[in-house]
């Protein structure tokens, strides 16, 4: 549990001086059992030329504690794009007020991303998910969830996730061909966690239409939607929602298991340029 206050405003100074005024052409954020590997060397990463590191603990933020999170900012070079990553999630079901959630993307932001990358591990809503497969975010739903916004900050919600982006997704999934199937697209609710759902609270979200599950991502993607930047969400189906004996190791190891085609369609997405 995350008891000590954080200085927001310091964190975004940090992150600020560590990125020295250099370009951040998209900010990745990584999901369960996702970080470690993309940014890692060989199979299954996404290829970073890495310039620097940098720990969440030094910027003064809480670390993630939830297995299959790393725990730093890598700042590196994709072709011609510069690539900020967030190798592990900040989750309010740690006890982590929300705007510390989201302080180093928000971070990032203000120090000039121009685009964000949100990446995920999800629950099946939709009865024809299989387990493995990757998803574009559409949309979400958030009303039960946290938000990082304070005072009357009414911001339009019409097009969370771009549909620019998403053609664009749609077009390098067909491209690397290696999806096994088409990629569809997901509204994702949110559930607070850390629990899983219950049955009848599966049959809930999907008849208010979900597609996917998770405890993460819509608080972030509200806070890019603040921004005015362009945002996609990717997520990887790692279990039927509500199915029985569901771990949190199963979670993360069926996330680690499709890391390899998430990296080859990520490294397309994030070599390209978020504006287009
Ligand atoms: N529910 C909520 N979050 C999740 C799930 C799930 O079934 N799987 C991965 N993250």
């Not at 900010?27 to 060989?42: D, P, Q």
């Not at 999170?69 to 072709?79: A, E, N, P």
Request: proline fraction near 5%; aromatic fraction near 4%.
């Amino acid at each position: 549990m995350h008891t000590q206050a954080t200085d927001l405003q310091a964190v975004h100074q940090r992150v600020t001086s560590w990125l020295e005024g250099k370009p951040v052409d998209w900010m990745l954020v990584c999901g369960s059992g996702m970080g470690r590997g993309l940014v890692g060397e060989g199979e299954g990463s996404l290829g970073l030329d890495i310039v620097d590191t940098v720990g969440l603990g030094q910027l003064g933020l809480p670390v993630p504690e939830v297995a299959g999170h790393g725990q730093s900012l890598v700042y590196g070079r994709l072709g011609d794009s510069h690539i900020c990553v967030q190798t592990g999630r900040l989750h309010p079901y740690e006890g982590i007020p929300i705007q510390v959630c989201t302080a180093a993307l928000e971070g990032v932001i203000a120090a000039g991303a121009r685009g964000v990358a949100l990446t995920c591990a999800v629950g099946a809503l939709n009865p024809a998910y299989e387990a493995g497969q990757l998803v574009a975010l559409c949309d979400q739903m958030a009303l039960f969830g946290p938000t990082p916004l304070r005072g009357p900050k009414f911001i339009d919600c019409s097009e969370i996730y771009s549909r620019r982006l998403r053609k664009k997704i749609h077009a390098l999934a067909t491209e690397i061909g290696a999806l096994g199937r088409p990629l569809d697209e997901a509204v994702y609710a949110h559930a607070r966690g850390p629990q899983y759902e219950s049955p009848a609270e599966t049959k809930a979200l999907r008849l208010l239409g979900g597609d996917i599950v998770g405890m993460s991502t819509t608080y972030e993607a509200i806070a890019v939607t603040a921004h005015q930047l362009p945002l996609c969400g990717i997520g990887v189906v790692t279990n039927a929602a509500s199915q029985e004996g569901l771990s949190h190791l199963e979670v993360q190891q069926r996330s680690e298991a499709a890391r390899g085609t998430l990296a080859k369609l990520l490294a397309r997405l994030l070599a390209s340029d978020p504006a287009k």
